[in-house]
């Protein structure tokens, strides 16, 4: 099992950048898929981007693709998510995802961005 905890969310201004953190306890990336979806108010849970642990891919929805970058820290077990050019339409709560190769998924307990115009 895992434990996934999110963090570096907060409160900037249109064109601003945020670089989200999403740190692992229990096992090592390496074993899983990576992803960060979000979700704002009143709508569904979507996804953002995603990184094998595995394969060292990644994958981007395109609102994300050229502004934001997943990477991964195998030293830290840390996922990251840099958030450039940010608009207030990305205003959400961001959720960390970690998917194993039979299925199991495990979710952070999200971390809120508030982008204003």
């Known amino acids: 099992q895992v434990q996934l905890v999110e963090s570096g969310g907060g409160l900037v201004q249109a064109g601003g950048s945020l670089r989200l953190s999403c740190a692992a306890s229990g096992r090592t990336f390496r074993d899983y898929i990576v992803g960060w979806f979000r979700q704002a108010p009143g709508k569904e849970r979507e996804f953002v981007a995603d990184i094998s642990g595995y394969e060292d891919i990644t994958s981007y929805k395109d609102f994300a693709r050229g502004r934001f970058t997943v990477s991964m820290d195998n030293a830290q077990n840390t996922v990251y998510l840099q958030m450039n050019y940010l608009k207030p339409e990305d205003t959400a709560v961001y959720y960390c995802?970690?998917?194993?190769?039979?299925?199991?998924?495990?979710w952070g307990q999200g971390t809120q961005v508030a982008v204003a115009s």
């Open positions: 995802n970690a998917r194993d190769v039979g299925g199991q998924t495990y």
